[in-house]
């Protein structure tokens, strides 16, 4: 008996950058290209290449990479949609995709046609859908909008019933691409507790996400892809440790570096309190940073600043060393920073952290850059319902008088 669910073998995809009456992999590529104004790039470009790996019936593999990194080309190839330039891939199973928003469905029938439509795309015969056609409307949370053209659904609305209808497929195989992002926090939690409901059952699961939360929460392995090939697969920590050590550090976009800058950051690590490299913490942990700086000249009381920003860009609080009284007289050459924040008390959601450097003899910025990203977990509160914080209150029950 088979044990593997795919294999891929020097899989890759070339794209022949401003060819005229180039082949288009599917109609919406056609349509864009017909709108799209003339590309004056010429040349080839593999958007996915020599990627080769296994993965076995029951795993759940997450799949990483920054944007451009060739996920969701993988992701088309493997579910039929493109057809690859080199290599092959062998899908044993039944599969289900989820790959885009509002694939599979047409704008101008209701969500009931739309559930009977996706379904047979997806393999389904009639009989089939309508034997589950109850538990996909109640799985969706569509309720009465199930008879309104889907023209008139929001991009959650549409991702829940995709969802809902791809789900109870009863998958031997799941691809998930990053359209899950476009739900609220339950729907969300709902989709990864059913995904880990089939993969109970024994079924395959590959999920391409942004969001490292969820990665961590449901894969125990990831693929990262980089430049369209595949430069890591294995354990999750190790996986992500690589994936946001190549995404940290950038510079802010609203700031302007001068040419020579006198300060540089070189590193930010998110450790635990006693000093261990974590990159998910729990509600009421504190966090330790340590910024790694090169100064070309001395600098006289150095302001350090350091930013939360949530994944919705919401930007939840900041960490000031001028008013925390922090005893930086001058700063030079290479060195070290720590910071050690109050108990968190955020709620569960992806975090990425800012640094911002101000020098006190002009009052000018010298740096400003984003560091490495975080996650925290709450057992209860989420973005989505509660806010930014969760801060523990006294209640007590009286009677009035």
Request: proline fraction near 3%.
């Amino acid at each position: 008996m088979n044990t593997l669910a795919i294999k891929a073998e020097g899989l890759g995809k070339k794209y022949q950058l401003g060819a005229l009456g180039s082949k288009h992999d599917s109609l919406r590529d056609a349509l864009q290209s017909v709108f799209a104004k003339k590309e004056k790039e010429s040349g080839e470009f593999w958007a996915l290449k020599d990627a080769s790996f296994e993965i076995g019936r029951g795993e759940n593999v997450g799949i990483v990479g920054l944007n451009g990194a060739g996920k969701s080309t993988l992701l088309k190839i493997l579910s039929q949609i493109v057809t690859p330039t080199t290599g092959s891939a062998e899908i044993t199973g039944r599969l289900g995709a989820l790959l885009e928003v509002g694939t599979g469905f047409h704008r101008e029938l209701t969500g009931r046609e739309n559930v009977f439509l996706y379904g047979s795309i997806l393999g389904m015969d009639r009989q089939e859908v309508a034997k589950k056609f109850d538990a996909i409307v109640e799985f969706s949370e569509i309720g009465k909008f199930i008879d309104t053209p889907v023209k008139r659904y929001s991009s959650g609305m549409y991702v829940r019933l995709a969802f809902a209808v791809a789900a109870h497929l009863d998958p031997d195989i799941l691809l998930l691409d990053e359209v899950l992002a476009v739900g609220d926090f339950s729907f969300q939690k709902k989709c990864i507790d059913f995904a880990k409901a089939l993969q109970k059952r024994g079924s395959t699961i590959l999920f391409v996400s942004h969001n490292m939360f969820s990665i961590k929460t449901m894969c125990p392995r990831v693929i990262y892809l980089q430049k369209g090939q595949v430069v890591f697969d294995g354990p999750t920590d190790q996986a992500l440790r690589l994936y946001e050590n190549d995404s940290k550090l950038a510079a802010l976009p609203w700031f302007r570096s001068p040419d020579s800058p006198p300060l540089n950051i070189t590193n930010v690590e998110l450790l635990t309190e006693d000093g261990q490299a974590r990159t998910m913490f729990n509600y009421g942990e504190r966090m330790r940073m340590r910024i790694s700086y090169q100064a070309t000249r001395p600098i006289e009381a150095p302001h350090f600043v350091c930013a939360i920003r949530r994944s919705d860009d919401v930007m939840c609080c900041n960490y000031s060393s001028w008013s925390d009284g922090a005893p930086f007289n001058v700063i030079d050459g290479e060195g070290v920073i720590d910071m050690l924040t109050p108990p968190l008390s955020l709620v569960s959601d992806q975090y990425s952290v800012e640094v911002l450097v101000r020098e006190k003899q002009t009052g000018s910025i010298i740096t400003a850059q984003s560091g490495a990203t975080f996650h925290l977990r709450h057992d209860v509160f989420d973005a989505a319902g509660f806010g930014v914080f969760h801060q523990q209150a006294q209640w007590s029950n009286g009677s009035l008088r």
